[in-house]
């Protein structure tokens, strides 16, 4: 299944995948399912806590649309913008100096500290 959906083109995937889950066990869709909603809502908390947020919910979403035509429709319209965008991403940053990156993660890691400070502050006054 996984291979299947290596190998199909981009902004094509999801929907192929859609099809071939639509003819599955009823128990194998349910299933699924409830894996797609339990990687989704791990992958959202994951994003406040510490964890693997991104890609739990990525791949939740994965399997969510294998379950929905509409969701799968909409990763495969959302797949094309997103690849173009990181390759874009990637580009810059290899074109970017050594200063230009020193700048930037350390840039991430005070945003990162100041929200973390925050958090803190917050919960523990």
Known sequence: MLEALRNDPPGQRFERQF????????WVRVLMSIAGVLLVVAGI?????????????VLGLGLLAGMSRTLAHGLDRA????????HRLVRRW?????????LIVAGAALVC???GFAAVRIAWG
Request: hydrophobic residues 40%.
């Open 19 to 26: 099809e071939r889950i639509r003819h599955r066990s009823p």
């Open 45 to 57: 908390a994951f994003m406040v806590l510490p964890g693997p947020g991104l890609p739990l919910l």
């Open 79 to 86: 797949e094309p913008f997103v690849r173009r965008q990181l």
């Open 94 to 102: 290899r074109a970017l100096g050594a200063y230009g990156k020193v």
């Open 113 to 115: 500290g100041g929200a």
